[in-house]
């Protein structure tokens, strides 16, 4: 079974920074996209940030130049820095990846969620 975990989170006054982890874990043939999304008070979840196998990021417009993410192919792990943070920043922050568990086909898998609560 896999799963994935994530950490940090928490709560920060606007303009600070915090950052989140997440780490998959179980029996993973290969994994595809990996990133973040988010889901607000009263709002739907919506793309955060995701990053290809090979590297390539992709930003939601609203955390463009402002956020981060990363991945260690290796440990099979995807960090989010978030830098600069704003109120409209609060959130459940989720990991998702879409992998492909040994013996089965590919889809998305996603985390339990951390609160991000931005203090103005």
């Known amino acids: 079974q896999v799963q994935l975990v994530e950490s940090g989170g928490g709560l920060v006054q606007a303009g600070g920074s915090l950052s989140l982890s997440c780490a998959a874990s179980g029996r993973i043939a290969s994994i595809n996209s990996m990133g973040w999304y988010r889901q607000g008070p009263g709002k739907q979840r919506e793309l955060v940030a995701s990053?290809?196998?090979?590297?390539?990021?992709n930003y939601a417009d609203p955390v463009k130049g402002r956020f981060t993410v990363s991945r260690d192919n290796a440990k099979n792990t995807v960090s989010l820095s978030m830098n600069s943070l704003k109120p409209e920043d609060t959130a459940v922050y989720y990991c998702a990846a879409r992998l492909r568990e040994r013996g089965r086909l590919e889809r998305d898998y996603w985390g339990q969620g951390t609160q991000v609560t931005v203090s103005s």
């Open positions: 990053i290809t196998s090979g590297g390539s990021p």
